[in-house]
């Protein structure tokens, strides 16, 4: 048995490239972590499979000695099995949906169609409902002059 264990690109999961700046590698977390994050997705086996791919990713690229580390054996495709990673002990509470959606909001991603905070869905129900209302006034109004 081989002394060495293949390893994922990190790189590729966070669909990054190698000369990635840490506010890159932050983004594009936030941005996977919330897409498959497992209560947005009725816990399917699949999203908590890439969800745990991402942390990894994550917490390898987001340390700068780990990365270095990383990115020095990485182009031999393999990691002494030592240093298979590990989920943190309070990753159930830095990875928790409500977590990555408050790190969220507070990034400078926050708006547009791209945001997906309570805020923002609470702000498109009032447009749609005042947008409702409008036109059964103009309805009315047309009834009314006829």
């Known amino acids: ?35 498959h994050h497992p209560d947005k997705n009725r816990n399917s086996e699949d999203s908590k499979r890439k969800f745990m791919e991402v942390v990894e990713a994550y917490e390898i690229l987001s340390d700068d000695q780990s990365r ?14 030592s240093r298979e990673w590990t989920p943190p002990a309070d990753w159930q509470q830095v990875y928790s949906y409500e977590h990555l959606k408050r790190e969220y909001d507070r990034s400078h991603l926050a708006g547009g169609m791209w945001d997906i905070s309570d805020s ?13 209302v409008g036109l059964l006034g103009l309805v ?7």
Not at 9 to 31: C, G, M, P, T, V
Not at 122 to 128: D, R
Not at 140 to 146: C, G, S, V
Request: glycine share 2%; aromatic share 16%.
């Open 1 to 35: 048995m081989s002394d060495h264990l293949i390893v994922s690109d990190y790189y590729e999961i966070l669909n990054l490239h190698q000369s990635a700046s840490q506010e890159d590698i932050k983004r594009s977390f936030r941005q996977l972590a919330l897409r």
């Open 68 to 81: 270095k580390e990383y990115d020095r054996t990485y182009r031999y495709k393999d990691f002494n099995i």
């Open 120 to 132: 923002a869905s609470g702000s498109l129900w009032k447009a749609t409902l005042f947008l409702f």
């Open 140 to 146: 009315a109004f047309i009834l009314l002059i006829r």
